[in-house]
Each structure stands twice: as structure tokens, then as C-alpha cells.
């Protein structure tokens, strides 16, 4: 199954401002050890720009800084990963930009897979490595795949309508919650209707639950008569939860 790509940019365009902020929010409650250690690894990597160089600086990062939370979603560790890969980027020329961030992300463990796709988008922010993260998609890791999946802004603004309604049916599948896809709500479509409630039908005919999730897969504005008296008599005979009634509209 392939997905659509759109003509990507020449060049990475990095919001400098975004990994400018990270870098604050790392260093900041940082003691004096280990802003000496984190200094030297900076300084490292700008004499020795090198895939090499990041890969022996991110082994190194959880046994220097740990697992601490910072902010919603980071640790100091992603945090310092984040922070280096920006600032190895910044020392390549625009040539070997994307081939050196496709070889970091095959190297990669999947934490450090993780943290390369949590930031794509700043790091990418013209689209042009939309090929990594497709490939990134079609994983079965579900750590990974959550990292390109969910509160992904990449996916909001880079996707075609296919590859984006692949996403969300794959999301579905691994049992994640769709509501954290960005851009959802403003890819709410009779499309994604179909296949939302074919998702749905399939899952039913096999016996399986449907995800709490899929109602904000739907928009029920746009649902036929028909399929709002479908899921309404599904409902009733309780095959769906009685939450979904709440976004029927009365009497269809």
C-alpha cells in the first residue's frame, strides 16, 4: 500500500527558535557537573560533526542526565538528543542534510528514533523528509509509530488526505487514540467518514470493541440519514457504546 508524497523542498529549514528553547529548558535546572559534561559534549560534536560523534554523545545522554522530566512529554534526555541533532544539522553542509538525518534515524534506537521523529517537523519544516517519516509509518512498533502518530504536527502539515487517512486507520488498528493526530479536526470529511465507519463495521462483524476514540474520526454533521440510524440502532441494541448517542443528532 503506498501512500502520496508530495514534491518535497531542496533544503532543510529548521525553526532554530524551537530547539533554542529546548536547549533552555534543559540546561536550566542543570548542576554544575553535568553543564560542565553537557558543555563539553556541545563542543565535541561542533569539532567532530559527525553521525559517529552524535551516536556516542546519545549513548551517553541517559547515564548523564537521566530520565528527569522537564516538560509535558520531554525528559532531559530527549530534550539533549533533540538539542543535538539540530546542532549537528546546523553543521552540515545542505547537501548531506537529509541523507545524514536518514542515517540517524536507521541507526537509531527506537528511543532515539522517537525523539528524531517528535521533532521533524522543526527540524523539517518545509516537508522535504516526508519519505522518512511515511517510512517511519509503516513500522510495528508501536513506540515509534506513536512518536510520527500522535501530537505530531509533521502529519498536520505535510500529509496528503490518503496518506493521513492511512495514518489514522493504522492508529486505530495499533489502538491508540486518533484524537491525538494533529490536524485531525480539520480533516474531517464524508471521505473519512466511509472509512471511519467501515473501521467500525469491520471491528463489529469480527466481534472486536471499536475504539473509544473513532468518534473524533467522524463528522457526524456530514453522516447520511441512513448511517445516523445505523449507528443509533447500534447503539440502542448496545453494540456501540451509549457515549456515541451523544453525537447523533435527536431524531435521525
Keep these: 500500500m503506498t501512500m502520496d508524497v508530495t514534491a518535497p523542498s531542496p533544503t532543510l529549514v529548521i525553526r532554530h527558535e524551537a530547539f533554542a528553547e529546548r536547549r533552555r529548558l534543559l540546561e536550566q535546572p542543570l548542576d554544575t557537573d553535568t553543564r560542565a559534561w553537557w558543555q563539553q559534549a556541545l563542543e565535541q560534536l561542533a569539532a567532530q560533526p559527525s553521525a559517529n560523534t552524535l551516536v556516542l554523545l546519545s549513548s551517553q545522554c541517559r547515564r548523564r542526565l537521566g530520565d528527569i ?24 553542509e545542505v547537501a548531506g542534510q537529509q541523507p545524514l538525518l536518514r542515517q540517524l534515524f536507521l541507526w537509531g534506537d527506537d528511543q532515539e528514533k522517537c525523539v528524531l521523529l517528535k521533532v521533524l ?11 522518512l517519516a511515511l517510512q517511519a509509518g509503516r513500522t510495528n512498533n508501536r513506540e515509534v509509530f506513536a512518536a510520527i502518530a500522535l501530537d ?10 490518503r496518506a493521513f487517512h492511512q495514518l489514522l486507520l493504522k492508529t486505530l488498528g495499533m489502538g491508540l487514540d486518533c484524537g491525538r493526530i494533529a490536524g485531525l479536526e480539520q480533516r474531517l470529511s464524508v471521505d473519512l467518514n466511509q472509512l471511519a465507519l467501515e473501521h467500525m463495521e469491520e471491528h463489529l462483524a469480527a466481534g472486536r470493541s471499536v475504539s473509544d476514540s473513532l468518534p473524533q474520526a467522524i463528522a457526524f454533521d456530514l453522516l447520511s440519514q441512513a448511517q445516523h440510524q445505523r449507528l443509533r440502532g447500534l447503539c440502542q441494541q448496545q453494540r456501540l457504546p451509549a457515549h456515541w448517542l451523544g453525537h447523533l443528532q435527536p431524531g435521525t
Aim: negative net charge; aromatic residues 6%.
Design 69 to 92: 522530566p522537564v516538560s509535558p512529554g520531554w525528559n532531559r534526555t530527549q530534550l539533549a538528543r533533540a538539542v543535538l541533532l539540530a546542532e549537528l544539522l546546523e553543521h552540515q
Design 152 to 161: 505530531n504536527p509533521f502529519v498536520a502539515h505535510h500529509y496528503q488526505d
Design 121 to 131: 517537523d522543526d527540524l523539517d519544516s518545509q516537508g522535504c523528509c516526508l519519505e
